[in-house]
């Protein structure tokens, strides 16, 4: 063996150590992720599932037509129920505190709907029998479009709904009376 080849053999091996701990290292991150994803509860389909009985949404229970809309907790953060059928969303205009951590909890009654925010990355399917929660934040006040982004049948391209993020004083001294707050009409 030569002194050239034997400088060959040195860089094969040092070439081939740098590619191996590449390959664990990528394949380290890709497990954190994983783990992030699932504590966090990021992952899609969520590994904590909540189902409901969507031929029963309109008679009793979290998602009856008076607990729709935004909810005011105690905690200072809000919670909005809505739920998507061919082919509108209730409500269809969803009111919002800027700047507020903000839970949304929806379900559809008929077939699969989604409900997209527009110049957000809130983006989530309606589907029968399970309950979709998400979390928000808006930092602008303003409108966003909110169209259904499932094909839910022919009536699909005409569901949308809205979303309306207004001051934190306005909202506040709305949600003064109690009940669930919404836009429709407005
Ligand atoms: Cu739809």
């Known amino acids: 063996m030569t002194a050239e080849d034997a400088h ?19 394949i380290v991150v890709l497990i954190l992720l994983a783990a992030f994803a699932g504590i966090h509860q990021a992952t899609m389909p969520q590994g904590r599932v909540e189902t409901i009985d969507p031929t029963r949404l309109h008679l009793s229970g979290e998602f009856v037509e008076s607990n729709l809309g935004t909810a005011n907790e105690a905690d200072g953060t809000v919670t909005v129920r ?3 059928q061919q082919y509108s969303f209730t409500p269809a205009c969803i009111l919002v505190p800027v700047d507020t951590p903000i839970k949304l ?8 709907h989604g409900i997209l925010i527009q110049g957000t990355n809130v983006n989530t399917m309606l589907v029968p029998g ?5 979390f928000m934040r808006f930092e602008k006040t303003g409108d966003h479009l909110m169209p259904c982004q499932e094909f839910c049948s022919f009536g699909h391209e005409g569901m949308w709904g809205k979303v309306r993020v207004i001051d934190k004083a306005e909202f506040a001294s709305r949600a003064k009376n109690g009940g669930r707050l919404s836009c429709v009409g407005e």
């Open 105 to 112: 909890r929806a379900t559809s009654a008929d077939v699969v």
């Open 82 to 84: 809505a739920i998507g």
């Open 130 to 134: 399970y309950v979709s929660e998400q």
């Open 8 to 26: 060959d053999d040195a860089t094969i091996v040092r070439t081939e150590r740098r590619w191996a701990t590449i390959s664990v290292v990528i």
